[in-house]
């Protein structure tokens, strides 16, 4: 009878012990499993086709147009397009109008353009990717902790044969544990050529940012000589219109004294009128240049902007082609991010490569588990694994093929960025030596057309001559005025090209246009 209640009581136990197991099992089982599988084979980080990705940010340009004859042989424009053309705003400024030098605007701009902005931005996201990419390099640890209260219908998983001794319904029951887990690619050229394609690109993000500066002291600067030069030309139409009512008064007088006719006078009066229509259009078109230019540099748009630094023509010294060049292709940040870009695809490339290589990893766990903390007991793995890639059914080809192809246009795109480095310093040593032929010859023919106007009016004023003359005089004092403003605009665009074609200008734009001294 005693062995029999032994016996029984074994039983009862060893039931009580299967019940615990059982959920214990069918609950956490798959996840035990997965801890200690095999760690999957690491994978080369795949690359966008194209590294021009920051382009979309927006463009900058500058162009000398040659016209033909009768208007400006000159001229030159500035482009803006995409988020270079706004900005967030800035510091505040104090009411009534702002007096500002073209090194202040620059500053400004630097700090609330949109295209800085915006590359600052896409730097960080893409810092904050390589720090991903790194982390696949250490070691991955985790930590849970949890209570569960469960009852088990045991007919439901198929027991239906149940000894009296093992209830159909079991529980209600509990269980605490606590586990920590260990992850890690401790060996892998994978992930090792993963970090040095995410840190090249990193690389040239940075680069890309610093190149979104060159492109707003561009746009700044282009801004601010294109407003001065519209405000010079306000100025210039201003004395065409007092040439006119001059001339308009002295026709009205000589009709009313008989020695002149009314064609002269209607004339000189249509002439009045067509000045005074180009003084509406210029002054209209000059707000609008003020509040495009408010918007480069985060002011408000109603802003009084008074512009300081005068259009004029300074001393420069001639740059050789050669040095240019070198200068260019060492410095200009967009060459550097591309060059970047390119080392990027063949880091990738090499990692994908590398997927047919061996690696090697560590994982396991440590925690302990029971009905109470106190009744608890430790329960851990630790594995140690070579995978060795053996068929993928493809899988790392394709990977190397794609990886290759991003790597001839990641080439393709840094050859021909090259070339357009080359071009825009060629361009701009051709623009700078026409500009400066043309300021001498236009304030040469300024001085010639003022002297033919005064001539003219003299003659007008003796009763030589009609209107007709002297009209034709002011047309032609204006345009060589307007000539004189536009190589004078082409001249110092010019200038600021060239920093920026060589990768300098955020520099070079403090020496080129020094603040006005106080």
Sequence with gaps: MQHINETRGFVKANARAACLLLPLTLSGGVALFQQAAVGQAPQALPLPTSGRGAQSIGQISTQQITLPAGASVLQPSVMVVGNYEGSVPGTPVASGPLRLSMADAVKRGLQTNLGVITSDAVSSTVRAQRMQVLSQMFPQIGASAGESVMQLNLASYGFNAISPAIPAVIGPFQYVQAQANFNWSALSLTNFRNVQAANAVDRATQMSARD???????????????????????????????????????????????????????????????????????????????????????????????????????????????????????????????????????????????????????????????????????????????????????????????????????????????????????????????????????????????????????????????????????????????????????????????????????????????????
């Design 212 to 518: 979104a500066r060159e492109l707003v002291v561009l746009a700044v600067g282009g801004s601010y000589l294109q407003a001065i030069s519209a405000a010079a030309r306000i100025e210039s139409q201003r004395r065409q219109v007092e040439y006119a009512q001059a001339i308009y008064d002295r026709a009205n007088t000589q009709l009313a004294a008989g020695t002149n006719t009314r064609v002269d006078l209607t004339r000189s009066l249509v002439q009045l009128q067509v000045e005074q229509e180009r003084l509406l259009s210029l002054e209209g078109d000059y707000e609008q240049q003020k509040i495009a230019f408010a918007r480069l540099i985060g002011l408000p748009l109603d802003t009084d902007i008074v512009f300081t630094e005068p259009l004029e023509s300074k001393e420069f010294a001639t740059v050789e082609e050669a040095d240019a060049l070198q200068s260019a292709f060492g410095h200009r940040w967009d060459l550097r991010s591309a060059e970047e870009q390119r080392t990027a695809a063949e880091r990738a490339l090499s990692a994908a490569r590398s997927e047919r290589l061996p690696s090697v990893s560590f994982n396991g766990y440590y925690g302990v588990s029971g009905t109470h903390p106190n009744e608890s007991h430790g329960n851990f793995a630790a594995q140690g694994t070579i995978n060795i890639p053996i068929f993928d059914g493809g899988r790392i080809s394709g990977d190397i093929r794609q990886a290759q192809a991003t790597l001839r246009q990641r080439q393709a795109e840094y050859d021909d960025q090259k070339a357009r480095v080359e071009q825009d310093v060629r361009n701009v040593l051709i623009q700078l030596r026409v500009a400066a032929g043309q300021v001498k010859l236009a304030e040469s023919n300024r001085q010639y057309a003022e002297e033919t106007l005064t001539q003219s009016r003299d003659r007008f004023e003796a009763g030589i001559t009609n209107t007709v003359e002297v009209v034709q005089s002011q047309q032609q004092e204006a345009s060589a005025e307007n000539d004189y403003i536009s190589s004078l605009f082409a001249w110092n665009l010019a200038r600021l090209s060239l920093a920026r074609a060589i990768g300098d200008a955020e520099t070079e734009v403090a020496i080129l246009f020094p603040s006005e001294q106080h």
